[in-house]
């Protein structure tokens, strides 16, 4: 299954899954642009981390939230590339907080990165995607997204809008041979689980049928698996990989 000739951009691409995704898509041979925000040094450790096993990537800071920024920058990247062929929509936050606490900017900050985020980068890839008639879309959504979850109104609703944006883009795009699909992970070891207090951890595996935490490698393997030949007749799909905690 070789990726050799594509270029591949995975927002938030510096750090935990994104990483994982940057590190296997450049391994199958794309050429990967690893996006970030606000921290260069993880950036470029993934980029070493990259070329180190043979790979070739590039660094592209935008942050997904400002359509401008975000937009302009991936049109400059297709200028200078020749191509955006792989897009993984995975940058995200969360900003949790029961709701009767929570602020309009916490629900605003997560709906704009997560769910806006996403829908600026694919408008901006699918038109080189349109003019080479190829494209592979990947949506990070969450198991969260599914079966909601208290504390996390914005992060919930963000990841269920990613289902529509999938299942809409999948249909508008499909004659193109643009395909869009999503990933749901289930509790991944990442910085953004890394915070929760050892008993809620404890709790959360308590309710995976397969008892452990996920591994950045098995969301990448989906993600792999999508955008590479064996996947090239899937649309509007999502992949759970969650050990079994929703089904
Ligand atoms: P991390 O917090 O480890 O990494 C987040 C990445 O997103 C970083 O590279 C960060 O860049 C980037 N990022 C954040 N905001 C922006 C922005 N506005 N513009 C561009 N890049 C941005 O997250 P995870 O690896 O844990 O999560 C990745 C995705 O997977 C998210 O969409 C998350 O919702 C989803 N997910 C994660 C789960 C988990 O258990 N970890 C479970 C289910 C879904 P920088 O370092 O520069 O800020």
């Not at 953004?192 to 309710?207: G, R, V, Y």
Request: with cysteine; proline share 2%.
């Amino acid at each position: 299954m070789s990726l050799k000739g594509k270029n591949a951009l995975v927002t938030g691409g510096s750090r935990g899954i994104g990483r994982a995704i940057s590190l296997r898509l450049a391994s199958m041979g794309a050429h990967v642009f690893v996006n970030y925000v606000s921290n260069p040094y993880a950036a470029e450790e993934t980029q070493k981390m990259i070329t180190d096993a043979g790979g070739t990537a590039d660094i592209v800071a935008f942050n997904v939230a400002d359509a401008e920024d975000a937009q302009e920058t991936i049109k400059q990247l297709i200028k200078d590339a020749g191509s955006l062929d792989i897009l993984v929509n995975n940058a995200g936050i969360t900003r949790d907080g029961l709701m009767a606490r929570m602020k309009e900017e916490d629900w605003d900050a997560v709906l704009d990165t997560n769910l806006k985020g996403a829908f600026f980068c694919a408008k901006a890839a699918t038109r080189a995607m349109m003019k080479k008639r190829w494209g592979r879309i990947v949506n990070i959504s969450s198991v969260i997204g599914f079966a909601g979850n208290a504390g996390q109104i914005n992060y919930a609703s963000a990841k269920a809008g990613m289902q529509g944006l999938t299942k809409s883009m999948a249909r508008e795009f499909a004659t193109r041979n643009i395909t869009v699909n999503a990933v749901a992970p289930g509790y991944i070891v990442t910085d953004m689980t890394n915070d929760l207090p050892e008993e809620i951890k404890e709790k959360i595996k308590a309710e995976i049928p397969l008892a452990s935490l996920g591994r950045v490698e098995d969301v990448a393997g989906a993600v792999a698996y999508l955008v590479g030949d064996d996947g090239e007749y899937i649309t509007g799909q999502t992949i759970h990989v969650n050990g079994g905690m929703y089904m």
